[in-house]
């Protein structure tokens, strides 16, 4: 099929200022925006950048804007978009480096803000190696262990295009993912930093991370459990 | 084993924690307070047949005034704190905040003092 493919560029070291370029594509209906991408590096211009590294939704380097929506271009299919006119810009709230590469180093200052490791300073079970835990206790936090780090969500968050100081939902679901872990022992911490003028307060429930999560994360849902733990002190 | 609940030590509510709250429990209130004053003034009554006469008429019962004070504490205060947090994502110096936190309070204030004033002074119907 016949595609019209409009770029966001930006090759600061150019001087030119942002602007879009435009490439009119012959492409299979099956490949996807990733492999369209490729293609103009390949045959039209080896200067567009972006980043890339798994190509299979796993890594969660490749998250931009494709037709207005945040999703990961390894995962969608040109055919997906029911559009012959495709449109790829950098994620929203953060720096543009290059083309569609973004300064990430805010979202992970917040990432790294709510302590998402493994806390358990207690001594090592007696009769055992490990901290066990029932296939129930597990399930409760299984759905924020899928996060990739993409920053689809928080890039995709009215309220952290506002103001970039919003600790974000990549974080809060990465905070969710220990806080509601039987074996661990930090979540007041973490509750603390997310109390926070700055932390979950600043969710308007807009439900646009729910939507952009390209592995289905139940964001929302988990950002308003982990008010109602700072709220009620009870972790269920 | 299976998932029991356990109790942390929560974090000291702070401002933001008490407006969220505030937030949710006057929303509950709000749906009887707003639709019953909108049903009532705008349907039953009618908002041209609303005037001096009416309102003092109404408020010579003080199950009404008591219903007006309740719309007049909740809905307006629920309005303004949320005017704050819409303005708090694009108000980001402490300073700034602080001149918005304030400006909005005595907005908030002012015109809670006057439909006080009105609500425990009454009308005098025109004669």
């Known amino acids: 099929m016949q595609i019209k493919l409009k770029v966001f560029r930006y090759l600061p070291h150019t001087g030119k200022k942002p602007h879009y370029d435009t490439y009119e594509m012959e492409v299979d209906p099956n490949e996807r925006v990733l492999d369209v991408l490729e293609q103009v590096r390949a045959d039209s211009d080896p200067s567009l950048g972006y980043r890339r590294s798994c190509a299979h939704g796993v890594c969660g380097s490749d998250a931009m804007r494709i037709n207005g929506r945040n999703m990961l271009a390894c995962k969608v299919l040109v055919k997906d978009l029911n559009s012959t006119q495709i449109t790829v810009e950098p994620i929203l709230g953060l720096k543009v480096l290059r083309d569609l590469i973004v300064d990430m180093e805010p979202f992970f200052d917040h990432f790294r803000s709510v302590m998402p490791y493994f806390v358990n300073d207690d001594p090592i079970p007696e009769d055992g190696k490990e901290r066990l835990q029932s296939p129930a ?3 409760r936090f299984d759905d924020t262990t899928k996060c990739i780090l993409c920053a689809a969500c928080t890039t ?3 309220s952290f295009w506002a103001n970039g100081k919003y600790v974000g939902p990549a974080a809060i679901v990465n905070a969710h993912r220990f806080i509601f872990d039987s074996r661990d022992t930090a979540a007041a911490e ?6 926070e003028d700055s932390g979950v307060w600043r969710c308007r429930t807009a439900f646009n991370c729910t939507e952009a999560c390209p592995r289905d994360i139940e964001i929302t849902k988990a950002i308003a459990e982990v008010k109602q733990v700072i709220y009620s002190g009870k972790i269920e | 084993m299976t998932t029991n609940t356990r109790t942390i030590q929560k974090p ?5 924690t008490k407006s969220w709250m505030f937030m949710r429990y006057s929303a509950i209130l709000l749906i009887p307070l707003v639709f019953g004053h909108l049903i009532l003034q705008d349907v039953i009554v009618g908002v041209h047949r609303i005037d001096l ?3 003092a008429m109404r408020w010579a019962s003080i199950g009404w005034r008591i219903y007006d004070a309740l ?5 307006f ?3 303004v704190n949320g005017i704050r947090q819409v303005l708090n994502d694009f108000i980001h110096s402490d300073r700034g905040r602080k001149i918005m936190h304030w400006g909005l309070f005595l907005l908030w204030l002012i015109i809670t003092a006057i439909g006080a004033i009105a609500l425990i002074g009454g009308v005098r119907p025109i004669s």
Do not use: I, T
């Open chain 1, 190 to 195: 973490r509750l603390e930093v997310l109390n």
């Open chain 2, 77 to 79: 205060a629920h309005g």
């Open chain 2, 12 to 16: 000291k509510p702070n401002f933001e």
């Open chain 2, 71 to 75: 719309l007049l504490a909740f809905a």
């Open chain 1, 137 to 139: 206790q597990r399930e």
């Open chain 1, 156 to 158: 995709s968050c009215p």
């Open chain 2, 53 to 55: 006469d009416y309102v």
